[in-house]
């Protein structure tokens, strides 16, 4: 019985010397040098799996990579945070944990994929069993980003189809939703803006024509279903059922059109918003950080959390893509490529953002920061706004929202596969009806998302999204490094990585992955809980609605980790004595048909927890 494969059965025997193989009553027995029964995994093997799907060519699978980590986030969330939070002075946290935490998690995961080839829950069992549980919270997190996610793209899929008419809807101020204190960048007569409360064109058709949350006073009365978002959003998870019902061969053919169309509408963009009269002002503020508020905690975690979402570690997806790539594929070279594609991104979105409240500043006279407080993020009154002093407004901004729409479909079949692979690795039933098992797979994430499409979502919506994966994605994160590089072992990674492309990590990897990244993702986890304000969400409600939510939502965080310990502690208890009595058992069994034995001085690195 050879060990050069894979999936066979290991024979757990003891004998004098080395590997022998003795024939008694016409069977074959293998036996080891050991006294301890333990699993032999072989030192220069790539595990692979039978009847595993693979991309068909780098090209595709790099173009996969870099459609999830670049998504709405590099649109909807960076210049939002990078705005919020010091301007320019963003950017030296964020490219800080981009090399020193983002990239090093980044490289962890496709590497441990990629040489593995097993979906995110499976995979721990070769790593480090007791804790399997990283794998079901990262499940628990991508239903969670599923379940409001979609919901972001279904506004995208609105404006699109709201933007077929000739004169798009967010233009004027002469609509039934619209208050007496609208004002229009292209009505002269509505540009003399009130001191308060007085909101754009575009503000409020996105809260009161497609949010419709004027109807919501709190998170409390969430109010109807918007039966108009519910179509979008259904249009939405059809589209994602469409691109994987037959896994990455459908998703491959998709990726070329879903990641590169972003490209061009974002040059068309970048461009035209150039051009516009007062944009220094904009691109000053962006240029010209507030360095004091490096001093702000909040600044730091926000750029952690923006790296986490945008790269994407600790979701899973990078792994489970990773495990349908070349074995031999340059894993350093697609981590380097992916990220710095997505970080350029970012700035060029950040540059189109800014440029435009430049703009707006200089038509309506007033400062870059009052444009600070758009809740749902700037993406969908600022973009608007400036795709309405285009020529052919209705024409770019069909454009602009069939490219939001392409850059967060990328992310979430990713995220949609990602649980099919894992679920249908750990659970082979599931894989005889690989079409239905999708199905199912897209169907309970859009039954999680019905609250946030009603006229209260936008609450929802909010408190998803702080609460579903910026505190507990550290927490996951942290424990994936710990469970890789130091109870699998760096030892043992470096030649796994060595086996797959030729070379070993170099220092680096080695000290960013080792040492650095998880002190500090184990620092900001502590800090996450010190720092928190409820008053965050003091726009939810009245009263002690605040102190509710944010019960609700560290409840909600904590279900996402509990699988961690809740597993290990089972493992130890249960799991692991059922396999020593097993392998005891075993021993005993082999040691009548071999009764020679010399132990051994050491154990085999897989019976770390055996």
Request: charged share 15%; aromatic share 14%; net charge positive.
């Amino acid at each position: 019985m050879s060990t050069n494969n894979s999936d066979q059965q290991y024979v757990p025997m003891v004998s004098k010397k080395g590997h022998h193989q003795l024939e008694t009553n016409n069977m074959l027995v293998s036996t080891t040098t050991t006294t301890t029964t333990s699993i032999v995994e072989p030192k220069n093997k790539i595990i692979k799996q039978g009847e595993r799907d693979n991309w068909s060519n780098r090209i595709v699978y790099l173009l996969s990579i870099i459609g999830f980590v670049v998504d709405l986030g590099n649109v909807w969330r960076f210049p939002t945070v990078c705005y919020r939070n010091g301007g320019g002075a963003f950017l030296i946290p964020y490219f800080t944990f981009l090399f020193l935490v983002g990239l090093p998690c980044m490289y962890v995961e496709l590497a441990i994929g990629q040489y593995h080839r097993l979906g995110y829950i499976t995979i721990w069992d070769k790593i480090c069993p007791p804790l399997k549980g990283i794998g079901y919270s990262m499940l628990i997190i991508n239903l969670y980003v599923l379940s409001y996610y979609n919901t972001i793209i279904a506004w995208s899929v609105h404006y699109g189809l709201a933007s077929f008419r000739a004169i798009v809807p967010w233009t004027f101020c002469n609509n039934e939703w619209n208050t007496p204190l609208c004002y229009s960048l292209h009505d002269k007569r509505t540009l003399n803006i009130l001191p308060n409360g007085s909101c754009s064109s575009a503000d409020e058709y996105f809260e009161r024509r497609m949010l419709k949350s004027h109807l919501s006073s709190s998170i409390n009365q969430l109010g109807s279903l918007q039966w108009e978002l519910v179509g979008c959003s259904i249009i939405v998870f059809f589209l994602i059922y469409l691109t994987i019902f037959k896994g990455v061969k459908t998703a491959g053919k998709a990726i070329w059109f879903t990641a590169l169309i972003p490209y061009a509408v974002l040059i068309i963009l970048l461009l035209r918003s150039l051009t516009l009269d007062g944009i220094f002002e904009g691109l000053k503020y962006y240029v010209a950080p507030s360095f004091d508020r490096l001093n702000e905690y909040s600044v730091w975690q926000a750029a952690a959390v923006q790296i986490f979402f945008s790269l994407g570690p600790g979701f899973g997806v990078l792994l489970s893509y990773a495990s349908f790539s070349d074995v031999h594929d340059n894993v350093s070279g697609t981590a380097l490529i992916a990220s710095l594609v997505n970080c350029s991104t970012s700035l060029l979105y950040g540059t189109v953002v800014f440029a435009g409240l430049g703009y707006l500043s200089n038509r309506l006279h007033a400062d870059v920061r009052q444009f600070a407080e758009s809740n749902m993020g700037l993406v969908f009154v600022v973009y608007p706004e400036i795709l309405t002093s285009i020529r052919g407004a209705p024409f770019f901004s069909i454009l602009f929202f069939i490219m939001l729409l392409t850059l967060g479909l990328d992310s979430v079949f990713a995220g949609a596969e990602s649980i099919y692979t894992a679920i249908s690795d750990e659970f082979p039933i599931l894989a005889r009806r690989p079409r239905l098992s999708r199905a199912c797979v897209v169907l309970v994430p859009f039954l999680a998302s019905i609250p946030t499409l009603t006229y209260g979502g936008k609450y929802i919506v909010h408190f998803m999204d702080f609460f579903g994966t910026s505190p507990s994605i550290m927490f996951i994160v942290l424990c994936e490094l710990i469970a890789t590089v130091w109870l699998y072992g760096m030892n043992k990674f470096s030649n796994n990585m060595e086996i797959m492309t030729g070379n070993r990590p170099n220092i680096y990897w080695r000290i960013t992955c080792r040492y650095i990244a998880p002190l500090i993702l184990f620092i900001l986890y502590i800090c996450s809980f010190i720092q928190f304000d409820s008053q965050e969400f003091s726009s939810f409600g009245k009263g002690n609605t605040a102190l509710r939510v944010s019960i609700a939502g560290w409840t909600l965080s904590s279900i996402s980790t509990l699988p961690i310990p809740i597993y290990a502690c089972w493992w130890l208890l249960f799991r692991r004595q059922k396999n020593v009595t097993k392998q005891t058992t075993t021993t005993t069994t082999t040691t009548n048909v071999v009764t020679e034995t010399i132990p051994t001085n050491g154990l085999n690195e897989q019976e770390a927890f055996i």
